[in-house]
C-alpha cells in the first residue's frame, strides 16, 4: 500500500549541478503534481500533468521541467541548480475532476533538497 | 499576491479543548476547500473538505465552515487532543482550475497535556 513514493529523501547538490526527482503513484491517479514548500509561504506549484504524456505550467514553474512518459511516474528536473531552489519537494496525485465530485490529493513524504 | 491565507503562524491548546484554526482566501472563483495536516518529515494528509454549496461540514471531532461572503473558513477539533498537534494547511480550488490546489501558509497547532 505505497501510495506515492518519491526518491530520493534527501540531496545535496552544488550550484550548477542537474538532477532528476522521481514521483511514482500506484493509485493509478490521472493527475500529479509537484510543489515546493519554503518556511512562511505554504506549498506552491511548480508544474502538473493531467494525463500520460501532459504537462502543464504552475505557479513558479522557473527553473524547472517535468516529464509524464508514464501515467505512474511523474519526474522534476532542475537544469542547473541555484541555491534559491533549496526547498522541500512534494509530489501529489489525485483521481481526474468528474462532474461536481473533487478528491483529494494524495502527497508522498517529500525530498529535501539543499543547493550549496 | 497571496490568495490563501492563515494570518496566525502558530497556536497553543490545552487538551481536551476545542481548537479553532482560520482561513480567509480572496479569489471568488474558488469554490472548493480543503484542509490538510502535516507532520514533521512526512506529507500533508488530507482531513475534511468543503464545497461552496455548503456552509458545514463535520467528519468526527473535525468540523469545517464556510462563509463565503466573508471569504473565510475555519477548522474546529473538539476535543483536542495531543495527536493533533501538527502543521495545518488550508487550501482552494476552482472547478476550471484542474484541481490546482492553492495552499495557505499554515497553522502549527500544539496542545498542551
Known amino acids: 500500500n505505497a501510495g506515492v513514493t518519491q526518491t530520493p529523501k534527501f540531496r545535496v547538490l552544488k550550484t550548477g549541478q542537474s538532477m532528476t526527482l522521481l514521483c511514482a503513484q500506484d493509485?493509478?491517479?490521472?493527475?500529479m503534481y509537484w510543489y515546493r514548500q519554503d518556511p512562511g509561504m505554504g506549498l506552491r506549484l511548480i508544474h502538473y500533468s493531467v494525463g500520460e504524456g501532459t504537462t502543464a505550467k504552475g505557479e513558479v514553474p522557473d527553473g524547472y521541467n517535468v516529464s509524464r512518459l508514464k501515467k505512474q511516474n511523474f519526474l522534476l528536473g532542475l537544469e542547473s541548480a541555484a541555491p534559491s531552489q533549496t526547498s522541500v519537494y512534494f509530489c501529489?496525485?489525485?483521481?481526474?475532476?468528474?462532474?461536481?465530485?473533487?478528491?483529494?490529493?494524495?502527497f508522498g513524504d517529500g525530498t529535501r533538497l539543499s543547493i550549496l | 499576491d497571496q490568495q490563501v491565507k492563515q494570518n496566525s503562524p502558530s497556536l497553543s491548546v490545552q487538551e481536551g479543548r476545542i481548537s479553532i484554526l482560520n482561513c480567509d482566501y480572496t479569489n471568488s472563483m474558488f469554490d472548493y476547500f480543503l484542509w490538510y495536516k502535516k507532520y514533521p518529515a512526512e506529507g500533508p494528509t488530507f482531513l475534511i473538505s468543503?464545497?461552496?454549496?455548503?456552509d458545514k461540514n463535520e467528519d468526527g471531532r473535525f468540523t469545517v465552515f464556510l462563509n463565503k461572503s466573508a471569504k473565510h473558513l475555519s477548522l474546529h477539533i473538539v476535543p483536542s487532543q495531543p495527536g493533533d498537534s501538527a502543521v495545518y494547511f488550508c487550501?482552494?480550488?476552482?472547478?476550471?482550475?484542474?484541481?490546482?490546489?492553492?495552499f495557505g501558509q499554515g497553522t502549527r497547532l500544539t496542545i498542551n497535556p
Open positions: 487550501a482552494a480550488s476552482a472547478i476550471q482550475g484542474a484541481q490546482k490546489l492553492v
Open positions: 501529489a496525485s489525485s483521481y481526474s475532476f468528474t462532474g461536481s465530485s473533487n478528491q483529494p490529493q494524495h
Open positions: 468543503i464545497s461552496s454549496i455548503k
Open positions: 493509485m493509478n491517479h490521472e493527475y
